[in-house]
């Protein structure tokens, strides 16, 4: 079945212990990229990568990571995690990065950090 | 200015019966496309429909058209014969070949209550 996968689907952290939400694909997509949802705000880029070892700053990339070592493969990285990055984490992929590519998403990660 | 508007924070519908769900959009851009996404109260994002700015007729799927008004810059969804599972949030999206990012910009929502 074509998807994207997200782990885990619920993380509870404290204040600065680094984790990583791990996003695979297996429909060779060459558009990779991180949203999160916050009430009141809507869904805002993070990072996004238009193929492997090309990645770039989306609207709030501050106190994220991302590596594409691998095509199916786009990591998130919160190095010092802190309360303000409680949020829902949805990883996405399209074939391309042109308007024309539906972004096809994964169920989301809900994040907590206390 | 948005690039994204829905104007609809809340509707509802009966059971069977169609809704349709606003969305106008803002874009220089000459090649774009246009989305719609459905939010369950479980969190995931599901793709319903898409429609491509040079698209000469509207989108279906299934149940899901894509009432596509390139000239007043609106493209609303049409829900037919409404379920209860269509209960859930709805975004529209749009992107742009000349975002720079290719990012999906997103509105900011209508939730859609089916009653029985």
């Known amino acids: 079945e074509a998807q994207v996968t997200q782990n885990p689907r619920y993380l509870i952290t404290v204040t600065g212990k680094k984790l990583t939400v791990t996003c695979s694909q297996n429909m060779n997509h060459e558009y990779m990229s991180w949203y999160r949802q916050d009430p009141g705000l809507g869904l805002r880029q993070i990072y996004y990568?238009?193929?492997?070892?090309?990645?770039d700053k989306g609207d709030v990339p501050e106190g994220y990571k991302v590596s594409r070592k691998e095509k199916r493969n786009f990591p998130l990285i919160l190095e010092s995690p802190s309360p303000n990055q409680t949020s829902l984490y949805f990883c996405?992929?399209?074939?391309?990065?042109?308007?024309?590519?539906?972004?096809?998403f994964g169920n989301g990660t809900r994040l907590t950090v206390t | 200015a948005q690039k994204i508007t829905q104007t609809q924070p809340g509707m509802f519908v009966q059971e069977k019966e169609a809704v349709t769900l606003d969305c106008t959009y803002d874009?220089?851009?000459?090649?774009?496309?246009l989305f719609w996404y459905k939010q369950p109260s479980s969190g995931e994002m599901i793709f319903l429909i898409y429609?491509?700015?040079?698209?000469?007729q509207n989108a279906t799927e299934g149940r899901y058209s894509l009432n596509f008004q390139k000239a007043r810059k609106s493209a609303n969804l049409v829900i037919s014969a409404s379920q209860l599972g269509d209960s859930a949030m709805y975004f529209c999206?749009?992107?742009?070949?000349?975002?720079?990012?290719?990012?999906?910009?997103f509105g900011k929502g209508t939730k859609l209550t089916v009653n029985p």
């Open positions: 874009t220089s851009d000459p090649s774009y496309g």
């Open positions: 990568s238009m193929n492997v070892e090309v990645t």
């Open positions: 996405a992929s399209s074939l391309t990065g042109g308007g024309y590519s539906p972004l096809h």
């Open positions: 999206a749009m992107r742009e070949d000349q975002g720079g990012s290719e990012k999906l910009v």
């Open positions: 429609q491509g700015s040079y698209d000469q």
